[in-house]
């Protein structure tokens, strides 16, 4: 099933897949077995789903297999999903199924997350690995 989302770019993982709306919004849809959707819960979501959390001012999303990652506009970002290995960048390594505060960084882009969790970020002092 196709869905449309106006002025949206699209992002692809495994068994979930994310629009970036032009207005900011993100919708998420698909598997959601590590909270990965952000909508606080674990069910499937077979229909694109607003992460409300979020609000109207992501500039880039990025997605592994099972975690997302958010740019806002400020330079915040913000990463839910499967929490192992440290993939959320926090100290625990539990899932999160909800978007939290944003990470202790202020980023320019994002510029690559892989299905492992590495995400490289380009911020004030440079680029650097964000997550491992």
């Not at 694109?48 to 990025?62: K, N, S």
């Not at 993939?87 to 909800?98: A, C, P, T, V």
């Amino acid at each position: 099933m196709q869905y449309a989302v106006r002025g949206a770019l699209v992002a692809r993982a495994a068994k979930y897949e994310a629009a970036l709306a032009a207005g900011g919004e993100v919708y998420l849809w698909g598997s959601n077995n590590y909270g990965q959707i952000g909508d606080g819960t674990t069910a499937n979501r077979p229909d694109p789903t607003r992460v409300a959390a979020l609000g109207t001012d992501t500039v880039q999303l990025a997605l592994g297999y099972a975690h997302a990652l958010a740019l806002k506009q400020g330079g915040a970002v913000f990463s839910w999903g499967d929490g192992r290995y440290g993939r959320l960048g926090r100290s625990s390594s539990s899932s999160e199924g909800l978007v939290h505060d944003p990470l202790d960084r202020i980023l320019r882009q994002l510029l690559h997350s892989t299905p492992n969790s590495l995400a490289y970020a380009l911020h004030a002092r440079g680029c650097s690995c964000l997550l491992y």
